[in-house]
């Protein structure tokens, strides 16, 4: 992964991929889909996302103040998938997921290993709107894949996706399914994570 301008944003969000939320605070650690969102302003760098006021995600970005917003390669589609569909309030995701994480650069949730870009970000903003919660978050540090993004994404190596409803999302043209993630056993809440 190679740091970039935080102004680059903009060029990152364009295509409008789904992202994956990650969030922690103390010892827990989430991870979710997120497709409503939307750049806001170039500087500062901000982007604002709404969430279920129910959701784990949204407990853990109002208590730590940060989250990473990632853009997931197609071959975490599943995963991706999966993580919209349970709760972190149920159980916990990376370790039913068990996908590869690293650390990050300025805040401290994790990047799973595979994602093809990482904005860090801190909340500046959080309210109410209709059902959902509204945040507004400054990108403090942003991370792409040396192969997938140049100065620009690069379509032949970047692969990204869109959400078309249901489990069924698009990717370079083609419509793929999210596969059921193969689950050991049931994993409880692992308040060590
Ligand atoms: C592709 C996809 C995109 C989603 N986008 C959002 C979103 O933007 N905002 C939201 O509140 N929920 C969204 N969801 C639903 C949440 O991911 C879902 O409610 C999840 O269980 C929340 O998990 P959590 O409680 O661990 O945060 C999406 C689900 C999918 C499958």
Redesign the pocket.
Known sequence: MREIPVEWTARVLRPCP?LLLSSRHERRS????????ALLSQAPTLIG????P?????HLVRQSGECILCVPDVSLLSE??D???????DCD?LRRLRLLLRGSRCVAPFVPVGALASLECEVRESRLVGG?RHFVVQVVSAEVDDEAFGEEWRPESAAWFH?LGGDRYLCRGEVLRAQPVVIEADLPLDDER
Not at 49 to 52: E, I
């Open positions: 789904v989430n991870l979710a889909p997120l497709t409503r969102y996302f709404s969430l279920a129910s959701s784990m995600s949204c991706v998938h993580a919209g569909i349970v709760s972190g309030r995701k959902d959400h």
